[in-house]
């Protein structure tokens, strides 16, 4: 089966701090994204990336950075936490070389409160 | 532009009843389509998936849905529902062209004892 872990499952920080998010997958997945979640909003799209050291923005990306150094981790960096980015956070991956290329596999989410 | 529409946000329902969670998108090119599932406090599950073939696909836990490419339509169905499907319901469209998904804003099915 394939895993997808993130490293914490609820953290707070205070405005204004450096905030780093991180996600590992364990299958070789190429493809690896960052969601977060708001009630009423579903599933916005922050950033994804193909391929180590590769990265595009999604829908909304304003306020956040990622780090792709490795196939099997990809970090979603805040560096400046705001209250409106108090949210739950999902990372997903995914391989386009594998018989079912198009279907994400999600971590089981961040729960990040800015304070 | 592609979207997805979850036209209900909430839904209640008893136990051992049917219920339909329904689903519309927009898109000027050929889609594939899934619902997922989240438990509270867990990520995203796959329930199904609709890629090609026939129009009416089964999924997990007695899950089906059926698409309907004149009404855009991808509309998730249960003959009976129990407690354990109380969860958040989204609906996605990926282009066949690309991986980005596009979710709806979700279903929150209660079922009630």
């Known amino acids: 089966d394939v895993k997808v872990t993130q490293s914490s499952r609820y953290l707070v920080k205070r405005t204004g701090e450096k905030v780093f998010l991180e996600c590992v997958q364990d299958?070789?997945?190429?493809?690896m994204f960052w969601y977060r979640q708001d009630p009423g909003l579903g599933l916005r799209l922050i950033y994804f990336?193909?391929?180590?050291?590769?990265?595009e923005k999604g829908d909304i990306p304003e306020g956040y950075s990622v780090s792709r150094e490795k196939k099997e981790r990809f970090s979603l960096i805040l560096e400046s936490a705001s209250t409106n980015q108090t949210s739950m956070y999902l990372c997903a991956s995914s391989s386009p070389l594998a018989g079912d290329w198009y279907e994400q596999y999600f971590g089981p989410g961040t729960r990040l409160t800015v304070t | 532009a592609q979207s997805v529409t979850q036209l209900d946000s909430q839904v209640p329902v008893f136990e051992e009843a049917p219920v339909e969670l329904r689903c519309n998108y927009s898109s000027s090119v050929s889609v594939y389509l899934f619902w997922y599932v989240q438990y509270p406090n867990q990520g995203l599950q796959l329930l199904l998936k609709?890629?090609?073939?026939?129009?009416l696909v089964k999924g997990i836990n007695g899950f089906e849905a059926e698409f309907n490419k004149s009404q855009t339509s991808f509309h998730l169905r249960k003959p009976s529902v129990h407690i354990s499907d109380t969860a958040e319901y989204f609906c996605?469209?990926?282009?066949?062209?690309?991986?980005?998904?596009?979710f709806g804003t979700g279903t929150s099915l209660t079922v009630i004892p």
């Open positions: 299958m070789d997945h190429e493809n």
């Open positions: 609709y890629l090609s073939g026939s129009t």
């Open positions: 990336s193909y391929d180590v050291k590769m990265k």
């Open positions: 996605a469209v990926i282009l066949n062209t690309g991986n980005q998904f596009y």
